[in-house]
């Protein structure tokens, strides 16, 4: 297990909706820099520090995976660090 999580917005209304999601809000999880995935669509959308938003269609579900991204104690992720020590 990677510490992935599965989240799924579902839009009931008439409308399309923005809507949006943080782990650290949502899911009570301590990420503050994470990579989201959208499962139906097998596409990475980037890495994020805040709250994702995306629009869903009326009727629409989307599910997405988020992982935690590895950071040190001076913040940096662990990729930023090694790319720097590349160089």
């Known amino acids: 297990e990677d510490g992935s ?3 799924l917005l579902l839009n009931r ?3 399309t ?3 949006s999601f943080s ?5 009570q999880a301590p990420m503050d820099r994470f990579s989201v995935r959208d499962l139906w669509q097998h ?3 980037g ?3 805040i709250p994702v938003t995306v629009e869903v269609q009326s009727h629409e579900a989307r599910v997405f995976r988020i992982r ?3 950071t040190s104690a001076n913040g940096r992720s662990a990729d930023a660090q090694t790319a720097a020590a590349a160089r």
Request: aromatic share 4%.
């Open 68 to 70: 935690q991204l590895a």
């Open 5 to 7: 999580q599965a989240v």
């Open 13 to 15: 209304g008439a409308a």
């Open 17 to 19: 909706a923005e809507m």
């Open 43 to 45: 596409r990475d959308l």
């Open 23 to 27: 782990p650290r809000r949502d899911l």
């Open 47 to 49: 890495v994020y520090d």
